[in-house]
């Protein structure tokens, strides 16, 4: 197989980025609810298997665009539009800084994924291109 693009190299480490994101978020909430910090036991323990289940999955797909799989590619874009909707409410809550990391992230990761290279590296035998 030809070398990877930089652009995958990008958009994985993006989406890698957020899957750690999404665990670490899922990791402080069963810790919150273990030592008895949490607001409510029992929405926190379900946030935080959801929180590592995704964080666990995003990894997954990292690693598939990593190692060039072509199904690796729509789930991230999925997520970068995923991101882009929570960066929305970021903004809408006040909290600018974080939403505009966030939808910096959400848009190189997506433009990187959506690139020509990548495009190239992932279908090579697409009569079109």
Known sequence: MSSRPFTIVIA?????LIGLA????????LVSAVSGNAADVTSA???AVLGLGVGALLVYVARGLWQMRDWARTPVFVTQIFLGVVAYYMFTSGQYVLGAVMAAVAVAAAA????PPTTAALFPHDPEG
């Open 45 to 47: 323990i379900p946030l």
């Open 112 to 115: 990187a994924v959506l690139s």
């Open 12 to 16: 994985a480490a993006l989406e890698a």
């Open 22 to 29: 999404a665990g670490a978020g899922g990791l402080y909430s």
